[in-house]
């Protein structure tokens, strides 16, 4: 069921995107060792719904903003990519697990960049026209 109150970042492929991969890695976590609640998967957790929490943040702010918060969102990612890599050199994960991973953070990371990369042309163009 769809909500009534619809925020604009909601029509944003990447946002969709980044909030899927907060529920792959929240269902991959729940693999984990108990001690590693507090630790890894936290961490984990954290930087993956970091990714979609930053790009609806700066979403409403000005280009600048937005773009700040893109490269949050990027090195949220990126802080993935080494969360996955953790949890498959301490065997909670296997290797097609880490391989889809970094599948997915690849093509979020793509996405963001392109954006970012638009929203700066786009302020190029404005200022040297």
């Given amino acids: 069921m769809k909500s009534e109150f619809h925020f604009k970042f909601e029509d944003l492929q990447v946002y969709q995107k980044a909030m899927d991969f907060g529920e792959v890695v929240d269902a991959i976590v729940k693999k984990f060792p108990a001690y590693e609640l507090y630790a890894l998967s936290s961490q984990f957790r954290r930087a993956a719904d970091s990714i979609a929490l930053n790009i609806a943040e700066g979403y ?12 949050y ?57």
Avoid at 60 to 71: R, T
Wanted: some cysteine; charged content about 30%.
């Fill in 60 to 71: 409403p702010g000005s280009d600048a903003q937005f773009v700040k918060h893109i490269n």
């Fill in 73 to 129: 969102a990027i090195y949220s990612a990126n802080e993935c990519v080494s969360c996955s890599t953790k949890a498959k050199r301490r065997q909670y994960i296997d290797f097609d697990e880490d391989e889809e991973n970094r599948k997915l953070i690849s093509e979020l990371t793509k996405m963001m960049s392109s954006l970012r990369n638009k929203i700066l042309e786009r302020n190029a163009k404005i200022t040297n026209p």
